[in-house]
């Protein structure tokens, strides 16, 4: 670059292009510490002229949101851990070999990816009421709903297991290490930052849960905290100073994760995703 | 027996029992369901014989119920207005964003990265925070474009017919544009840059560079793109029930969403069921484009 000014006058539009699609989370915040008369304002005030905080404890015990969060937690960890468990075995085999199976065992893998939430619902819905699972609904949403996560995980950890070289898994055969002790003491180590990564990656996703829990989990002290939002939450919702509270308070802790992890997560994305 | 423990702790015993259990679940949790939902979809099923796994034959009786449902085309129509104008509204606007952030300065990759969370946040307060800035009355969107001159009086987006299923494409425009940005950022940075420069040599003009290096070469990576486009745009589900709930009468409504409406709003299983077949058929499609171009790099 000749003119030595450009690079930050594209660093201000960035910031720029940043602000404006950022914008809508700015609002949620803003929303949530104005006063119920001032949202109503029009113009609407793009900052707040006193800010109320009060909002935040009011919506907590009316909307019982701890028992909301502890469920999406709960459902977020079991989803997680039967991913994991399951997708970081299959993700290594289909990263060590490479024949017809593994390309058939991938073509699956990459078909259970694509099946949408709001497909699947149905007959899981009818399956698991065949099977009583529906009498315990939260085990039966995180089934579920770990079954959709699972491909996406073992497509991206697949990508980590690849970057380990082949090498000192065959060094630690050969100085008689068993496969299982080579796989627990050589190639999960190695691996272990991209599977936490992902790990994490899933377990953001399914605390966001929605359709599986709407549709299968009827008590309102099981739900989780997506549909104690769709409680209060349509067409004609007026109350936006508790909606964007509760919404701030439920993404808050998934916002601070994603800043802190952000390229860890962007890099774990894109060597897996799609090269 | 021995020799079968032996082949477990120390050989291909191990990689198929990895590889069994994961599969071993999926095929319950997701393949088995498959097959079950295209089963139901040619049943009678109601509050009877929801508990049985025999029940009456429907033939295509069901098929036929739903295509000559009153509300069949619109929610045809609305998919593709919802699946066309988010794809490309995702697709243009994250590929011009991916070709800014492919500039050299400083900052270019945390900033982009930024963009991501729109990705990870639950998909109920992506909704939540859209349907309140596209309120007609005292929504920020329409004080916006009020300011800017483009329109004159409020725009109910939400509760005018015309405008319903737009609301939901904005709103999912938001959501998905950061995931094709970082995408095609990829594909972007895989392009060896002497091409540029003895293009650049050659008195090829910035937008010839574009035209007969950068999408010959993202070819493969625009094809993912699209077909995961097409994917997410129909798995996507949150935003109705937190925006428009599918209204008003059905103007917002598409096909994932009335598949579920059917099931869980009128219990009728099987029509959910014959929905979702239908709309099955489309990412099948999608999904082997998709696959037949990641392929190659997926199997690395």
Redesign the interface.
């Known amino acids: 670059?000749t003119r030595p000014y450009?690079?930050?006058l594209?660093?201000a539009?960035?910031?720029a292009?940043?602000a404006v699609?950022?914008f809508?989370?700015y609002?949620?915040y803003v929303?949530s510490v104005k006063s119920g008369s001032e949202?109503?304002?029009?113009?609407?005030t793009f900052w707040p002229r006193e800010i109320d905080l009060s909002i935040y404890p009011n919506v907590w015990t009316r909307r019982t949101m701890h028992v909301f969060l502890w469920n999406s937690t709960l459902i977020a960890a079991g989803v997680t851990a039967?991913t994991v468990i399951?997708?970081t075995?299959?993700a290594?085999?289909?990263a060590?070999?490479?024949n017809v199976w593994v390309?058939i065992?991938?073509?699956?893998?990459?078909?259970?990816?694509?099946?949408?939430?709001?497909?699947?619902?149905?007959?899981?819905?009818?399956?698991f009421?065949?099977f009583g699972l529906l009498n315990y609904p939260r085990t039966a949403v995180v089934?579920?709903a770990?079954?959709?996560a699972?491909?996406f995980f073992?497509?991206l950890v697949?990508?980590t297991f690849?970057t380990v070289p082949r090498e000192l898994e065959e060094a630690a055969l050969v100085d008689g290490n068993?496969?299982?002790g080579a796989?627990f003491s050589i190639v999960l180590p190695l691996a272990r930052n991209g599977i936490l990564v992902c790990a994490i990656?899933t377990f953001?996703?399914s605390?966001?849960?929605?359709?599986y829990s709407?549709?299968i989990i009827q008590a309102p002290a099981l739900q989780p905290?997506?549909v104690g939002?769709?409680g209060f939450?349509?067409?004609n919702?007026t109350d936006?100073n508790s909606?964007?509270a509760y919404?701030a308070i439920?993404?808050t802790p998934?916002?601070a994760v994603?800043?802190l992890l952000?390229?860890r997560?962007?890099s774990g994305?894109?060597s897996g995703?799609?090269? | 027996m021995r020799r079968f423990l032996a082949s477990l702790?120390?050989?291909v015993g191990?990689?198929i029992?990895?590889?069994g259990?994961?599969?071993v679940?999926?095929l319950a949790?997701?393949?088995?369901?498959?097959i079950?939902?295209v089963l139901?979809s040619f049943q009678q099923?109601d509050m009877f014989t929801?508990?049985?796994?025999i029940r009456p034959w429907a033939g295509f009786q069901n098929y036929i119920d739903v295509v000559r449902a009153p509300e069949f085309w619109m929610v045809t129509r609305n998919t593709i207005i919802f699946v066309f104008f988010s794809m490309a509204g995702q697709f243009v606007i994250g590929f011009a964003?991916a070709l800014?952030?492919a500039?050299?300065?400083?900052?270019?990759?945390?900033?982009?990265?930024?963009?991501?969370?729109?990705w990870?946040?639950?998909?109920?307060?992506?909704?939540?925070?859209?349907?309140?800035?596209l309120?007609g009355?005292?929504g920020?969107l329409n004080?916006i474009l009020k300011?800017l001159g483009i329109i004159q009086s409020n725009v109910f987006w939400?509760?005018d017919p015309s405008f319903s299923i737009w609301a939901v494409v904005i709103a999912n425009i938001?959501l998905g544009l950061?995931f094709n940005m970082?995408?095609l950022?990829?594909?972007l940075a895989?392009i060896p840059r002497d091409l540029y420069e003895a293009a650049e040599l050659d008195g090829a003009n910035a937008f010839q560079r574009f035209l007969t290096i950068t999408l010959p070469m993202m070819r493969s990576?625009i094809g993912?793109?699209l077909s995961l486009g097409l994917?997410g745009t129909?798995?996507q589900?949150?935003l109705f029930?937190?925006?428009?709930?599918g209204?008003?009468a059905n103007t917002s409504t598409v096909a994932?969403?009335w598949?579920?409406q059917m099931?869980?709003q009128l219990y009728d299983?099987a029509k959910?069921?014959t929905i979702?077949?239908m709309?099955?058929v489309l990412?099948?499609i999608?999904?082997i484009i998709?696959?037949r171009s990641?392929r190659h790099?997926?199997?690395?």
Not at chain 2, 50 to 53: A, F, Q, Y
Not at chain 2, 120 to 133: D, E, F, K, T
Not at chain 2, 241 to 245: H, L, N, V, Y
């Open positions: 670059m450009i690079p930050w594209l660093l539009v960035a910031l292009l940043a699609y950022l809508p989370l609002w949620m929303t949202i109503f304002a029009n113009p609407p039967i399951f997708g075995g299959c290594y085999v289909l060590r070999y490479r390309d065992g991938l073509f699956s893998v990459l078909m259970l990816q694509v099946l949408p939430a709001s497909v699947m619902v149905t007959p899981l819905f009818v399956a009421n065949q089934l579920a770990a079954a959709k699972m491909p073992v497509v697949r990508a690849m068993s496969r299982v796989f990656l953001m996703s605390f966001g849960e929605y359709i709407k549709s905290a997506s939002l769709s939450l349509g067409p919702s936006w909606i964007m919404s439920y993404v998934i916002l994603f800043v952000q390229r997560i962007v994305l894109t995703a799609l090269k | 702790r120390d050989g191990f990689d029992l990895l590889v259990a994961a599969m679940f999926l949790m997701a393949g088995l369901p498959l079950y939902n139901m099923v929801l508990g049985s796994l964003l800014f952030f500039q050299n300065f400083p900052g270019a990759s945390t900033i982009r990265g930024l963009f991501l969370v729109s990870v946040m639950p998909g109920l307060v992506v909704g939540a925070i859209w349907s309140w800035i309120a009355d005292f920020v004080t300011s939400k509760s938001w950061a970082l995408l950022s990829v594909g895989a990576t993912a793109v994917i129909l798995q589900f949150d029930p937190a925006i428009t709930e209204g008003p994932q969403y598949s579920w099931s869980f299983f959910g069921a979702s077949v709309m099955l990412v099948l999608a999904s998709y696959v990641t790099e997926v199997r690395g």
